[in-house]
């Protein structure tokens, strides 16, 4: 009981050399007497007492005022031990509960020996095991439950916001300002629709824009094009061609092709990775924690591959995808989430009747109940066909904002883009959904 693990202190240890604005952190949540391998524990005490720390400095203030002597086989050892900094919170839990334990068994021990001794009255006993659990301060001895731990978190998040936090948006001015102008990291924007109702082009459009505005790195996989497709669609929204013109560009005009190339590389090339054949929810966790992005993008959640259960049912993979996000949005926190799903055949015919903005997603709604903000896509033929004598008018498109933790849900809005090229012009208009009017109740004879 209690054995230490000295991996994860190692581990903790390395995290703090690695990067150092992490060991301020640590510092506040932890104390050398926590760690067991003596190694360790000098080293967490010099980066205690030290502003900043690396390999070298570690090494030469170990050989100073006695005590043991770390040398650069051990530092490197610190190092090798943190493989993903993202588990560091992880690591912290381990050493501590193991720290908890040895304390536990210790006075556990001094109760022992003070009950084995028959001249001394069991409430007296009694009342010294009560002064020395209370000397050990057993139930304050973690973070959990300390009141100061979540000033210090807005302490963190307001450093954050100095530097400048990422926020994201659609893309389409009046929808954003319905969530308050943007998701902040931690939050899910939930996208579903029919097929062909322009979810990925809605998805294209805000991270151009998430790009643009922010600069942060993108991780898309993409479940339902090949990355072939998406280069395709990034190079005609440049170009403000069709896919299909921009796919046959390197045949018809080298030149133009070349230039578009160069200008999508420029632009992306470092900031935007597409992920087109990462099936399962573990090799998206390790290409996150690879990648360490700012956002991260998944269409469609339901091509997903649950592991070991082959061709498993839509709302199996929903409910394993809400239980990854779950996890995710605490392991990965400074990571904004966009989900789309396409809507059953079933939710389709409804939608079709007039029954939008209920966030019916293929295979059920499970991910609603973790989205803080869920938008439902319509492609509405009917008003179209109204707003003109012709019928060669491209189809409305209606985004309904179904789920709105940032604000009021339930408003429908018309979103304005050029079909040919699948490109959004950043705005919309509000409308109204016209219903008829139904009898509430029957009257049976």
Not at 195 to 211: E, F, W
Not at 291 to 301: G, K, N, Q, T, Y
Not at 429 to 440: A, G, I, T
Request: net charge neutral.
């Amino acid at each position: 009981m209690g054995m230490p693990n000295i991996d994860a202190e190692y581990a903790i240890i390395g995290a703090c050399l690695i990067d150092n604005s992490l060991s301020a952190n640590i510092i506040k949540d932890m104390s050398p007497s926590e760690f067991c391998d003596p190694k360790a524990r000098r080293a967490f005490e010099l980066i205690s007492s030290l502003n900043t720390c690396d390999m070298l400095v570690l090494i030469n203030e170990s050989a100073k005022n006695g005590g043991v002597k770390l040398e650069q086989r051990d530092v490197a050892s610190f190092i090798d031990a943190c493989k993903h900094m993202p588990n560091v919170p992880h690591y912290i839990s381990i050493v501590k509960e193991a720290a908890l334990r040895r304390m536990i068994a210790s006075i556990g021990s001094k109760l022992v020996n003070m009950s084995s001794d028959a001249s001394v009255p069991v409430a007296e006993i009694l009342d010294r095991a009560r002064a020395v659990i209370d000397d050990a301060s057993l139930y304050r001895s973690g973070t959990e439950g300390r009141l100061s731990k979540y000033f210090d978190s807005d302490e963190a998040e307001m450093r954050k916001w100095a530097k400048g936090v990422p926020i994201y948006k659609v893309g389409i001015e009046e929808l954003d300002a319905c969530y308050q102008g943007g998701l902040l990291p931690g939050q899910i924007c939930y996208i579903i629709g029919p097929q062909g109702s322009m979810k990925t082009a809605l998805l294209l459009h805000s991270i151009r824009d998430y790009i643009a505005r922010n600069g942060r790195k993108v991780v898309f996989f993409s479940l339902d094009m090949m990355g072939e497709e998406i280069k395709d669609r990034l190079m005609a929204a440049k170009a403000m061609i069709t896919p299909q013109r921009a796919r046959m560009l390197y045949l018809e005009d080298r030149q133009t092709y070349e230039k578009l190339k160069t200008e999508i590389k420029d632009e992306y090339e470092y900031l935007l990775k597409i992920y087109d054949n990462t099936r399962t929810f573990p090799e998206m966790r390790k290409v996150i924690v690879a990648e360490r992005p700012s956002l991260v993008a998944i269409d469609f959640i339901t091509a997903v591959e649950v592991e070991q259960k082959k061709d498993s049912p839509d709302y199996l993979k929903l409910s394993r995808a809400e239980e990854c996000l779950r996890r995710w949005k605490t392991e990965f926190p400074d990571v904004t989430w966009v989900i789309l799903n396409q809507m059953s055949e079933t939710s389709k015919l409804l939608q079709g009747k007039g029954d939008v903005g209920l966030g019916r997603g293929r295979g059920g709604g499970s991910l609603t109940n973790i989205a803080h903000v869920g938008i439902e896509l319509f492609v509405d033929q009917a008003a179209a066909r109204e707003d003109s004598f012709s019928n060669n008018v491209q189809p409305w498109l209606i985004a309904t904002i179904f789920k709105n933790r940032l604000g009021s849900a339930g408003k429908y809005f018309r979103l304005f883009y050029h079909g040919p090229t699948m490109t959004f012009t950043g705005h919309g208009e509000r409308v109204n959904p016209v219903r008829e009017k139904k009898p509430m109740f029957n009257l049976s004879l």
